[in-house]
């Protein structure tokens, strides 16, 4: 069983910056790919994932070169460094692990979740 939180949500302008951050719980964090998904409405985005092994990163288009996912296998975290927010980012942000080699976009491919943190983003 693992369980998550995350935390690092909040309200920034237009350009500005955020870095979430998900604890897990457990002794096998390193064991799980980890995703970051994101729901404004009633479907919920695939952000980014980093696998479990060599640390392959995923992300959706509309966020490469502005989202940085990463993990600290030691701290039990994984991060998402988000730069030059728009304010279509406006989500909350659900943080995945999923027990496999590699990354997956779907999100029933992933075994616990967090609660969420909530990102707003203003014009």
């Known amino acids: 069983q693992v369980q998550l939180v995350e935390s690092g949500g909040g309200l920034v302008q237009a350009g500005g910056a955020l870095r979430l951050s998900c604890v897990a719980s457990?002794?096998?964090?390193?064991?799980?790919?980890m995703g970051w998904f994101r729901q404004a409405g009633k479907e919920r985005e695939f952000v980014a994932a980093i696998?479990?092994?060599?640390?392959?990163?995923d992300y959706v288009d509309s966020v490469k070169g502005r989202f940085t996912i990463s993990r600290d296998n030691a701290r039990n975290t994984v991060y998402l460094q988000m730069n030059s927010l728009k304010p279509e980012d406006t989500a909350v942000y659900y943080c995945?692990?999923?027990?496999?080699?590699?990354?997956?976009?779907?999100?029933?491919?992933?075994?616990?979740w967090g609660q969420g943190t909530q990102v707003t983003v203003s014009s």
């Open positions: 995945a692990a999923r027990a496999a080699w590699y990354n997956s976009r779907r999100s029933e491919e992933y075994n616990y």
């Open positions: 457990g002794r096998t964090f390193s064991s799980y790919t």
């Open positions: 696998s479990r092994s060599v640390g392959t990163t």
